[in-house]
């Protein structure tokens, strides 16, 4: 049975998907009709409900994927499968102390959140209170169950505890301005994941790097889809040809 | 300090690794030199060590990335890029209860196990004994916290419980002769991911998924590399140009 | 200065591109404003005109690409990154013998005739005239120099010459029911393309180039752009990410 | 009848390639075994020659795309792929009258004077003596009927003809020296194309291009290619995963 008060992720036939929280009376209008939330907590995740022209839609438990691709944005956010690639790359695990600078409209946040438990934790910075705020209001959804500390302050200026993190993200404009700080508030062999959006920037930063991490590699992920339609296995003719570069390295002692 | 019996990395100056084991009086040789393991355990993770021509090694600490990419194989394994894109789209987290047809080298078993704590569980089926074993060998570097259950069965005469696994993978030859099993063994919403080298396995694939499944997709994950020289900023002319096709979906009561 | 009847290609402060013919006393309205075709023909290429709300539009002379990209289609078309390919891969010359199956809307035929002299020769074959009519009209903007006979024919039931092409390109639905005949026209050593949309017709014509033809290719070409803003370079977000796969061939005698 | 003095293109059945020149009494070995020339005189075109240990060697007319993969070589060279997307983008045609400067290993120059006829015309401009001389017996390969006019200088220090060139394509390492010479020597509404290695060239050659030319674009373009067996279609596992970046643009009387 679904709650009051729980995420659900709708999903038509015709393969929309919308993002709910279910309320007592609530209700839900779609192009294929109104939903009743009422008829939804009646139900088991996996079920259909009804609209009011008789069409299906469908009731699933969202998956980190679904929350991330419905943030409520003000900024740029990223993507599932860069995220992925940072967790793998990066290292991140149930108990991971991460810092996170630049918290955006906390897309990635909400992506290492799904991951941490109780001994796990995330400071994340950002100086815009209007984007911090949004980013709380996303996270909130998942419920996470490490801590994650919301800083709002603009991270040049902030203070880091010492070697205290296995693992530092920066999203930022000009992160060479603070990878000396960084550096400092990471663990020895602790790792560093930087997103820039041009090739400029990844030029620029890769100085500040230099000498005190090692390990680094610049990387791009693409996806590409099929169009699964029985005897006409092809790409989709449509793709997102570009997300963000990933900057990635390893803290020495040197 | 490093602990005998403890997984390092190590990284050379020319940016070789290796992932080793730590054993008192060992020794390891590369081509910059004798490194003396004794030497290893007086020192921290970040730190380096000396080779009897004087070449720097570094001590690091491995991350999921690192024993992934070591996995000791006798098949063609799982990449990062992929795993941590069927982490999100799949939505692992600690907790999750996992089923996994086709262990093969064990590669993406030990990026679940990454991921999963005390409540999390995998079980694993791999007909082929000489392959689990590897697996088995291949995971156990990590000390997973979950309870992963190797199974050596030919998983096509299997029993699998019902509607007990929050995720299924498929990594076989014939995914279609097992979907009837996987959909009974999956929770209602439950995620379904099926790994497959060609085409023609994805057109085959696709009827017996229709109807119980929905948001079927299929992606190809690249990863491009750029070549991180200051003021030359450009991809690398080498590139993996394909590991594997990815369809996922979502079971659902019909 | 420009002549009545000839094409141009217009191109404005914002980036939109019209190709037109100019006609005496013609006029010509866009976003930006309405253009005098008069006030064109006192012009040179390279020059601009100005709309009556005194914006500038470039003059430019048009070359195959711009033709290709504004033809008139009822089709999907080829695409100029794939006709530039195609080029190269068959080794087609102002003297080339090509015969080509599947007309469509006469993109390709148009930079296949671009690039052949009088001693140069397409026969086309289509069998809807409706879209032999378009070809025909797109094709007719160049002038071409060369011999393109157009055959408003079901190429599965025409009779080709014996031996006589340097080239053969299908883009049909079934090119391997064609391939006996395509294989019997092409001169020995004459090279074969054929356009695909799906994997599962890939899959399916390949039996029937088996050991006629060698040196078989199957190919995808991409087109990846850059955003080109000083300071802020990178790819752009959207891209097309699939046209068409291109197999092609040579032909032996056996 | 094939002639001595004639290029032909060997493929084995393995799938070898070699560029050879036949001569009377001359023998190739493979590591198939020894091909006798004056076998391969008395063939034609499409036929089978049988080396010493009775393996199949096919005789291929060879194409534009096999002398550029078979150019001799001192310098990177510029690939078919891009080749053919220039020849489309810049739109070559028989009669073009084409500006090259740093004619390299001359695989360009080879790929346009594949299309000139003797009313086309390259001038192309190297510094390096050495690299001219084996773009000079490079291009020799294919006879060219245009007049391709070879200069041993330095373009920073050359002067060129004024509004003559339809097209003009630079391959050096600072564009951007030049650009104004180059604009000069462009025919209004002529097209100039730009082949860069690096992110950072693309940030640096921008600035002089504003304002002259317009339709700038940067591209880079991609080949993937597909494992061709039946049953098992599938992309190969490795890829070119960059070769250069193409800047091209349209100049315009500002």
Redesign the interface.
Known sequence: MISEGEYVLL?SEK?D?WLIKIRKDGVFSTDLGIIQHNDIIEK?????VLTHKNRKI????P???DY?LKTRRRTQIIY??D????????????DSKILEIGTGSGALTT?LA??L?KDGLIDTYEKRSEFLDLAKENISRINPKASINFHNEDAIESTFKKEFYDIAFLDIDSPWLIIDKVYEAL?????IGILL????Q??KV??SLEKRF???????????????K??????????????A?L?TG????Y
């Open positions: 999903y393969g998907k088991s995740f996996g079920e259909y469908w009731i699933i438990k998956s980190i994927y991330i599932p499968k995220i992925g690639y940072i967790i793998m790359k990066l290292g991140v695990k149930p992506g799904w991951i438990e663990k020895p062999s602790g790792r959006p041009t090739y400029n990844v030029d890769l100085p090692i390990d680094i590699e610049g990387a791009e992920i693409f996806k590409r889809e099929l169009q699964l029985h005897g006409k296995i092809r790409p989709l003719f449509r793709m997102i040809g570009f997300t570069i900057i390893i803290k020495i002692i």
